[in-house]
């Protein structure tokens, strides 16, 4: 079946410095990925979608400038935090959306955990 | 817009006890259904998905959920519950002709005790 890849899984920062995660679509081709955000003991929020080759559509509150979503090639998007703070400390999840018109199928992965310190 | 509500926060279970998670939506379209599992610290799981046909969706791990459009409804069900299905479980929706993103509901959070 369709595999997401998500990369780091864990990763520790200092304050004011920046991170990437990355998100792979593995043996599909995903025009579409979406990031979210999860709080311990809540649900999913997302965060933005990303559409390759055009910019990213964020959810209202997110701050562009602060979470950087590059959509390159069908089958890798990036999330960068910059100028990460203590309260962006969080689980972030990507999923992208298999090509084929139609397709119901929604895969996620395995997620971030960012700690900033 | 589309809301889901899964009322249950945290449901405790004995093992091999059946469980019931319950999940009800709102929606001014129609929608397709998804259950999805979420181990600690990992991504989410598809458990099952209603897209359309019969309204009983059997899924991995012997779950199965039951579509019911009168009460805006989709219950994850299991006759018998192991240790290993402890775990949060999301119920959620998307519009139907479209690539919309997922609305998910709050989270359950199953915990099966021996």
């Known amino acids: 079946g369709a595999v997401v890849s998500q990369h780091p899984s864990r990763v520790i920062c200092k304050s004011g410095t920046s991170v990437k995660i990355e998100c792979r679509s593995l043996d599909f081709q995903a025009t579409t990925m979406f990031w979210y955000r999860q709080f311990p003991k809540q649900s999913l929020m997302l965060m933005a979608t990303?559409?390759?080759?055009?910019?990213?559509?964020?959810e209202q509150g997110v701050e562009k400038d602060k979470f950087l979503i590059n959509h390159a090639s069908l089958t890798l998007s990036t999330l960068t935090v910059t100028s990460a703070h203590p309260e962006d400390s969080s689980f972030y999840i990507c999923?992208?959306?298999?090509?084929?018109?139609?397709?119901?199928?929604?895969?996620f992965g395995s997620g971030t955990r960012l700690t900033v310190v | 817009a589309q809301s889901v509500t899964q009322l249950d926060s945290q449901v405790p279970v004995f093992e091999e006890a059946p469980v019931e998670l319950r999940c009800n939506y709102s929606?001014?379209?129609?929608?397709?259904l998804f259950w999805y599992v979420q181990y600690p610290n990992q991504g989410l799981q598809l458990l099952l998905k209603?897209?359309?046909?019969?309204?009983l969706v059997k899924g991995i791990n012997g779950f199965e959920a039951e579509f019911n459009k009168s009460q805006t409804s989709f219950h994850l069900r299991k006759p018998s519950v192991h240790i290993s299905d402890t775990a949060e479980y999301f119920c959620?929706?998307?519009?139907?002709?479209?690539?919309?993103?997922?609305?998910f509901g709050s989270g359950t959070q199953l915990t099966v005790l021996p």
């Open positions: 999923s992208a959306r298999e090509q084929e018109q139609n397709s119901y199928g929604y895969t």
């Open positions: 929606s001014s379209v129609s929608v397709y």
């Open positions: 209603y897209l359309s046909g019969s309204t």
């Open positions: 990303s559409n390759e080759g055009s910019k990213a559509t964020y």
């Open positions: 959620a929706v998307r519009p139907t002709g479209s690539a919309r993103q997922l609305t």
